[in-house]
C-alpha cells in the first residue's frame, strides 16, 4: 500500500512548457558560481503530497518565468533532511555521513520546511556557518496536528440535535452522547492494530506524564518501577468515562508507535471524552481506518490523507506555553509555522529567485485544493500544479521580481552602454547585474520604489568578492588611496595603520621604521639600525643615536639593552660591542677599553674576569690580574717586588765597579756584548712604544708588546698593584719617583764612600754611571714622562689617559699626574737630552785640551761609537721619544701616528746607515736590520686602521705580522747568543782569536 502511495508523488513526462511566453528549456540557463562551474538550480523535495506540491510549484517558474534550468533532488522523508540538503551537504538522508564537507552546494531551495527542529537549525547554523542556509517567508499557512473527525459526523450532529462536534465540550460524557455519530469499537478488524504492548503504552516515560498529570490510576498498570498502558482487550485503550462500558467509546485511531497518545490520553481525563485509542499497524492501515470507520483520528495539515472527509479539527483551549512546559496537554495543539529554506549562495547566484521565493504566498485552501485535485486524477504532481497555474496567473505573476527592481548585491546595467547605470527613469534595457568587484550595492529609493545601484568604493575600502553590500574598510597595516579597487595596499616599509579604513599610511617618526610592510600599530615603528628607542612612555619614540661601540640594530629599545632579552628575538638586541664598555646608571654613554679583552661586550657593565671600574681598567683592590682574571695577591708578589726594588738599587750600586774599561778605537768582546745589550734594550723599548699605538693589532701582537712594554716600567700587568696600591695616580707618581729616586741613590753611594778613604767612589765614574742608566731608560723615562699627555677619546666625547683608562682627563687624579709628568719631561727628559747635547758639542775640546775628567764623566755617551761618531749617542737618545711624540700628539688618529712613526724610524734608519757609528760591524748590521723590520712592523700597522673581515686578507695580515716578529726575535736570538759567547770568550777585536762574526770579516794575523 505503502509503495503505491509514493508511485503516485513521483511524476510523469509533462510537455516541455507549462506557462504562456514560458521560456524554452533550450533557453534556460545553468547557475554560475565564482569559481566557474554551471550547475542547475537544485530543489530539495519533501517526500509527501504538500511538499510535492510546493516545490513543483516554485520550480516550473524559476524554470518558465525566470530562465533557469532546476534540478528536482530527494526526496527527503522529513524536515532535517531537507535542512542538510540546503546546507551543503551531499548526502542528507543519509543519517550515518551527510557529506556535509562537500564545498559546493547543489541543493539551494526546499519549501514546505516545519520550523519545529529549532535545536537541529541552530546546531546547523553554529556548525557549518560558511555555507549556514537561511529561512525566507511563511508559505503562507500554518501546519497543524491535532484530532479531527469527518465532516459528516460535524453535519449528522448538527443536523440531530444541533451539536457542534468540532468543540471539545461536545464531547463531555457528563451532559452529552457523542458515541451516537460514531461506530463502536465492536466493529472495527483488530488485525489493522498493533498491540499496546508494541506501542507507546508499553513506554514507561509516555505512561508515567499521564498518570502524573491525571492521577488515573485505572488506565494504567504499576508494575514496581514501571507504568504501562490498561488495554483490556490488548488493542484499545479506554477513556475513563467509557472504560465501565467500551460500547460507548468512541474509536480514534493514530499511527506509527502511538503518535501524540500522551496528548490524548490527558484530554480524555481533564475533558471528560469518552475515547477508545488504537494504534494502526501500517500506514495503509492509518490511511484506510477513517475512511471504513466512523471515527476521530490523528492528522496534520496540508495533507492529502483524509481529504475526502473534509476534515474538522476538534477546537480545545488555546496552547498553553506554560502547561505545555510543565508537562500538562489539556489546552489546543499549537500551529507551526511552514516556510521556505534557501543555500546561502543562493542569493548570489540568483537573487531574483529569492526574490521570487520569498514572495510566494499561498493560503491552506489554495493547496488542500491542489492536494485534492491529484488524489482524485491521479495525475502526476507536476501537471497538477501545471493547472493550477495555469487558472491562477492573477495570483502568481505578483510573485514575480520587477526586472529594475533589483536586490542587494546586485544594482542596474545598461545593456545598450554595457555598464551599469545610476538610475532607472529610461527603463528600457535596464536589468540587475550582480555588482562587480570594486564596488558595493547601494539602495536607490526613486517613484517606483526601492532598487539598488552598483556604487564605486571610495578611498579606504575595497571588495574582493563582488555582489557585496557595502566595501570593507581596509584592515589595520593597509590602506588604499584610489577609488573602485579590488584590494587595500599594505603600508610600506617605515609608515603603519592603526585605524581600518585608511586612505593613507601614517609615518613613524623620523628616525624610525618598521620592519616589513603591513605594519598595524605604532608600536611596530621602531628605531633604524644606528639608534635606540630611549622612551620610557608606552606610545612613544624617541630614537637616540648610537655612539660608536654600541651595537644597536633595527628595532633596538633601552629597555631590552638593559635586559638583555628582546621579544622579537637575539637578532634585534642592542648589545655592547666587544672593547667598549657602559655603566648601568648611564648605558648610552660609551667608553673605549684601553685593551680589548678586558671589555667582552654584550650587557651595560660587563668586564672580563672580574674587572671594574671605567672601562674595565682595574681588578679591586687586594687583586691583580692574571691568567685573564683578577685573582687575589698573594704575599709571595709582594715580597717578590720588595726584593726586585732592593735588586735595582743593589745592582746601580754594582754597575759602579763594571764600568771600569778603557774607552779604545777598538772593542773587546765584552765591551760588544755590552753594547749589544743596550742596543737591544733601546730596540725593544722602540718595540714597546711602537705597541702603545691606538692601532687595532691583533691580541696575539698585543700580548707580546705588553712583554716588551715591561721595559718602560708598565708594571700593572706583572702585579704591581699588590705591591704599589690600588690607586692609579700614587703608581704613576711611583713610576716617575724612581728615576730621581736612583739618581739620588747613586750619589748617596758616592757621600757614603767618601767616608771611606780606600773606598771612595770616583765622582766621574759615578756621572758616568748616571748617565748609563738615564741613557738606557732614556726612552722609558719619556714614556712615563708623556703618558699623562696621551688622552684618548671616548665616543662619549671624555678622555681618558691612553695606558691608564681609568682616569679621566680634566679630572682630579689626571692633574696630579700630569704635574708629575711634566715635571720629568722638563727636569729629566728634556735636561738629560740638553746636558748631553751640550757634551757631545763639546767631547771633541775637552779631549783636545786633556780634560779627561769632563770626558770620563760622559763616557757612557761616546764609548760604544766609532770616534767619528762619537755625537750618535744623542740623536738615539731621541728615537724613543720621537717615537712616542706621535702617540701624544695624535692619540686619536692611528693613520697620523702610523706615518709620523713611519717617518721618524726611516728618517734613523737613513743617519744610522750613513754614519755606521757602531764600533762593531756586526751591531751595525744588526741594529741596521731590526730597525728596517720594526719599520715594516710599523708600515703594515696601516694594514689595521679599518676593520678587516675574516677571510684572505685576515690571514695575510696577522701571517705578515707574525713573520715580522718571528724575525725581530730572531735578531735578538744573535744578540743573546753573542752575549753567551762573550762570556767564555774574553778576546779583543782585531786579534788572531776574535770572532769574525763580530767584524763581519777575519783580520789579517
Known amino acids: ?117 529549532t535545536q537541529l537549525w541552530n546546531s546547523i547554523q553554529k ?5 549556514a542556509p537561511k529561512l525566507l517567508s511563511s508559505m503562507g499557512y500554518d501546519g497543524k496536528t491535532s484530532i479531527y473527525l469527518g465532516k459528516d459526523r460535524q453535519n449528522e450532529a448538527a443536523q440531530a440535535e444541533g451539536l457542534p462536534l468540532e468543540y471539545y465540550t461536545s464531547f463531555d460524557a457528563d451532559w452529552k452522547q457523542p458515541w451516537k455519530y460514531f461506530d463502536n469499537i465492536s466493529v472495527i478488524d483488530k488485525s489493522m492494530l498493533w498491540r499496546c504492548n508494541e506501542t507507546n503504552f508499553a513506554i514507561d516515560s509516555h505512561m508515567r506524564g499521564y498518570y502524573t498529570q491525571t492521577g488515573d490510576s485505572g488506565g494504567v498498570v504499576i508494575s514496581g518501577d514501571s507504568i504501562t498502558g490498561l488495554c483490556p482487550d490488548e488493542y484499545f485503550w479506554l477513556g475513563l468515562k467509557c472504560r465501565s462500558n ?66 474538522l479539527e476538534m477546537i480545545f483551549p488555546p496552547y498553553d506555553r506554560t502547561a505545555r512546559a510543565a508537562g500538562n496537554y489539556r489546552s489546543g495543539d499549537a500551529a507551526t509555522t511552514v516556510s521556505k529554506g534557501v543555500s546561502k549562495d543562493l542569493f548570489s547566484l540568483a537573487p531574483r529567485v529569492e526574490k521570487f521565493l520569498d514572495n510566494l504566498q499561498i493560503d491552506l ?56 547605470a545610476t538610475d532607472r527613469t529610461v527603463r528600457e534595457n535596464k536589468r540587475c547585474q550582480a555588482c562587480p568587484s570594486g564596488t558595493f550595492s547601494s539602495q536607490l529609493v526613486d517613484l517606483a520604489g526601492v532598487t539598488y545601484i552598483c556604487v564605486a568604493c571610495p578611498p579606504g575600502t575595497s571588495q574582493a568578492s563582488g555582489a557585496s553590500l557595502m566595501c570593507d574598510p581596509c584592515d589595520k597595516g593597509s590602506y588604499q588611496d584610489e577609488t573602485g579597487k579590488q584590494a587595500c595596499k599594505r603600508c610600506p616599509v617605515a609608515q603603519y595603520q592603526d585605524e581600518e579604513g585608511g586612505a593613507q599610511c601614517k609615518q613613524c617618526p623620523t628616525g624610525s621604521r618598521t620592519l616589513g610592510l603591513g605594519s598595524s600599530y605604532f608600536t611596530d615603528c621602531g628605531c633604524d639600525e644606528g639608534s635606540i628607542d630611549i622612551s620610557t612612555t608606552p606610545g612613544t619614540l624617541i630614537c637616540s643615536t648610537c655612539q660608536e661601540g654600541l651595537h644597536c640594530p633595527v628595532m633596538g629599545t633601552l629597555p631590552s639593552f638593559m635586559s638583555g632579552t628582546h621579544p622579537l628575538g637575539a637578532e634585534y638586541q642592542p648589545a655592547v660591542v666587544e672593547g667598549y664598555y657602559v655603566k648601568q646608571e648611564d648605558p648610552l654613554e660609551v667608553y673605549k677599553c684601553g685593551k680589548i679583552f678586558h671589555c667582552p661586550g654584550g650587557l651595560p657593565q660587563t668586564c ?48 759602579y765597579y763594571l764600568m771600569t774599561s778603557k774607552v779604545t778605537a777598538k772593542a773587546s768582546v765584552l765591551f760588544t756584548t755590552t753594547c749589544a745589550f743596550g742596543m737591544l734594550v733601546s730596540l725593544l723599548q722602540s718595540v714597546g712604544i711602537i705597541g702603545m699605538m691606538t692601532v687595532e693589532w691583533p691580541v696575539d701582537l698585543k700580548g707580546f708588546f705588553s712583554y716588551f712594554q715591561l721595559l718602560l716600567l708598565d708594571l700593572d700587568s706583572f702585579g704591581f698593584a699588590c705591591f704599589a696600591g690600588a690607586e692609579t695616580s700614587f703608581r704613576y707618581v711611583f713610576s716617575v719617583m724612581f728615576f730621581p729616586t736612583v739618581v739620588f741613590w747613586m750619589f748617596s753611594n758616592y757621600l757614603v764612600s767618601q767616608l771611606i778613604p780606600k773606598r771612595s767612589w770616583d765622582w766621574t765614574k759615578v756621572l758616568s754611571c748616571v748617565g748609563q742608566f ?49 715635571t720629568l719631561l722638563v727636569v729629566g727628559v728634556l735636561g738629560f737630552l740638553t746636558l748631553c747635547t751640550y757634551a757631545a758639542v763639546q767631547v771633541p775640546h775637552w779631549s783636545a785640551r786633556e780634560q779627561h775628567a769632563r770626558v770620563r764623566a760622559f763616557r757612557f755617551l761616546v764609548f760604544r761609537f766609532r770616534l767619528d761618531s762619537w755625537w750618535f749617542g744623542v740623536p738615539l737618545l731621541t728615537r724613543g721619544p720621537l717615537i712616542s711624540l706621535p702617540i701624544v700628539l695624535a692619540t686619536d688618529y692611528p693613520p697620523i701616528q702610523t706615518i709620523w712613526v713611519t717617518v721618524i724610524l726611516a728618517s734613523f734608519l737613513a743617519v744610522q746607515t750613513l754614519a755606521w757609528p757602531w764600533k762593531v760591524p756586526l751591531l751595525n748590521a744588526l741594529d741596521c736590520w731590526m730597525s728596517y723590520c720594526i719599520l715594516i712592523l710599523v708600515a703594515g700597522s696601516a694594514l689595521y686602521l679599518e676593520p678587516i673581515s675574516k677571510g684572505v686578507t685576515s690571514d695575510f695580515t696577522d701571517g705578515f705580522s707574525m713573520v715580522l716578529m718571528v724575525i725581530i726575535f730572531s735578531s735578538i736570538g744573535v744578540m743573546v747568543l753573542m752575549s753567551l759567547a762573550a762570556l767564555v770568550h774574553r778576546a779583543a777585536m782585531g786579534g788572531t782569536k776574535e770572532y769574525a762574526v763580530f767584524n763581519l770579516t777575519r783580520s789579517k794575523a
Open 1 to 117: 500500500m505503502r509503495s503505491f502511495v509514493i508511485s503516485l508523488l513521483l511524476p510523469l513526462q509533462v510537455a516541455a512548457v507549462c506557462l504562456v511566453n514560458g521560456t524554452e528549456p533550450a533557453d534556460r540557463k545553468n547557475l554560475v558560481n565564482p569559481n566557474g562551474e554551471t550547475y542547475p538550480l537544485g530543489m530539495w523535495v519533501n517526500n509527501w503530497g504538500a511538499g510535492w506540491v510546493a516545490n513543483y510549484l516554485a520550480g516550473i517558474i524559476i524554470e518558465e518565468m525566470l530562465g533557469i534550468h532546476v534540478s528536482y533532488n530527494g526526496p527527503g522523508p522529513a524536515t532535517p533532511e531537507g535542512y542538510y540538503a540546503i546546507a551543503g551537504c551531499s548526502n542528507p538522508a543519509n543519517v550515518d555521513d551527510r557529506g556535509c564537507d562537500a564545498e559546493v552546494t547543489y541543493n539551494h531551495v526546499n519549501m514546505e520546511l516545519w520550523e519545529g527542529y
Open 127 to 131: 556548525d557549518y556557518k560558511s555555507k
Open 246 to 311: 467500551p460500547l460507548l467509546c468512541i474509536p480514534y485511531f493514530t499511527g506509527g508507535n502511538g503518535w501524540s497518545i500522551n496528548d490524548i490520553m490527558q484530554k480524555t481525563a481533564f475533558w471528560n471524552i469518552p475515547l477508545a485509542i488504537a494504534v494502526a499497524k501500517s500506514w495503509g492501515s492509518f490511511s484506510q481506518l477513517p475512511l471504513m470507520v466512523k471515527s476521530t483520528f490523528y492528522w496534520w495539515v496540508p495533507d492529502p490523507t483524509f481529504l475526502d472527509l473534509s476534515p
Open 365 to 420: 485552501s489554495m493547496m488542500n485544493a491542489m492536494l485534492l485535485d491529484q488524489k482524485q486524477t491521479q495525475d502526476s504532481w507536476e501537471n497538477v500544479t501545471c493547472r493550477w497555474l495555469r487558472a491562477n496567473e492573477d495570483i502568481w505573476q505578483s510573485w514575480l521580481p520587477d526586472d529594475t527592481t533589483c536586490f542587494a548585491g546586485f544594482g542596474l546595467f545598461d545593456d545598450a552602454t554595457n555598464d551599469f
Open 608 to 655: 672580563a674576569g672580574g674587572r671594574e671600574g671605567i672601562p674595565c681598567a682595574e681588578c679591586p683592590a687586594g687583586r691583580t690580574w692574571t691568567e685573564g682574571s683578577c685573582k687575589m695577591c698573594e704575599s709571595w708578589r709582594q715580597v717578590l717586588w720588595g726584593f726586585s726594588v732592593v735588586g735595582i738599587f743593589l745592582f746601580m750600586t754594582v754597575s
Open 774 to 822: 738615564l741613557q738606557v731608560t732614556f726612552s722609558t723615562m719619556s714614556t712615563i714622562a708623556l703618558a699623562p699627555l696621551m688622552c684618548y677619546t671616548h665616543p662619549n666625547g671624555l678622555q681618558s689617559i691612553l695606558k691608564y683608562p681609568n682616569v679621566i682627563c680634566g679630572e682630579s687624579e689626571h692633574v696630579v699626574m700630569l704635574a708629575g709628568g711634566v
